[in-house]
C-alpha cells in the first residue's frame, strides 16, 4: 500500500476516534439528510465539532491491462522462465511503477487450444502462479491473484499458427483506486 495512502488512513482514523462518531451516527445523519436513497451525494458535518467536516467521496476502482506474450516470459509448455524473460519482466515492472494506487493485481494465464484441456489449464495456473510470486516479492503489500484459463478466452482464432501464438498470454490486470498514472 503506497505511504500517502496509509497516512490519510491513519490521519482518518484519528479523526474518527478524537470526534467519537460511530457508524450508526453516520448512517442517522445519512437518513436525516435524505440520502438513504443510495444518491452519490456527500455526507457533510456529520462531526459534533464544527471545525471538523467529514466528507463521503465515492470512488470507483479503475482497471488496467497488461498483456504479456508467454513466450516473453515462460519456456516452451512450462512455467519455468524463458532465457530472456528477465527483460519483459522488468518492463512490467516498468510499466507498474507508472501507475498510483495500485489497490490489487489480478494474473490471468492464458494458452492455445494445442495439447489437452487439462493440461492448458494446468500450465495456465502455474504461469499465473509463478509470475503472482514474482509480483508479490516486488509489491509484497499488494492483493495479488493468480488464475489459469487454459484455452477457454482466446483473443484469436487458434486456426492459425499467428493466433495460436497470440493466444499463449499473461494477462495482468490492475486495479487503481483513483485510475491515475505517475
Known amino acids: 500500500m503506497d505511504m500517502k495512502v496509509i497516512r490519510r488512513i491513519s490521519l482518518l482514523v484519528s479523526l474518527l476516534s478524537s470526534a467519537s462518531i460511530c457508524a450508526s451516527e453516520v448512517i442517522a445523519t445519512n437518513t436525516a439528510e435524505g440520502n438513504d436513497s443510495g444518491s452519490s451525494t456527500p455526507i457533510t458535518n456529520i462531526s459534533a465539532d464544527p471545525e471538523v467536516v467529514f466528507t463521503v467521496i465515492p470512488t470507483t476502482p479503475v482497471e488496467k491491462n497488461i498483456i504479456l506474450q508467454s513466450s516473453a516470459v515462460f519456456a516452451h509448455n512450462s512455467d519455468f522462465p524463458a532465457a530472456n524473460s528477465e527483460q519483459s ?36 495456473l502455474l504461469r499465473a502462479r509463478t509470475l503472482q510470486a514474482f509480483l508479490q516479492g516486488a509489491y509484497p503489500e499488494a492483493t495479488i491473484t493468480a488464475m489459469g484459463m487454459g484455452q477457454y478466452m482466446p483473443a484469436h482464432p487458434n486456426s492459425t499458427l499467428e493466433g495460436r501464438h497470440l493466444n499463449q498470454r499473461m494477462e495482468v490486470r490492475v486495479s487503481l483506486l483513483n485510475g491515475t498514472e505517475k
Open 89 to 124: 519482466l522488468l518492463k512490467l515492472i516498468g510499466k507498474l511503477e507508472q501507475l498510483h494506487g495500485i489497490q490489487s493485481i489480478h494474473v490471468i494465464g492464458h494458452t492455445d487450444s494445442s495439447g489437452t484441456e487439462k493440461d492448458n489449464l494446468h500450465l495456465s
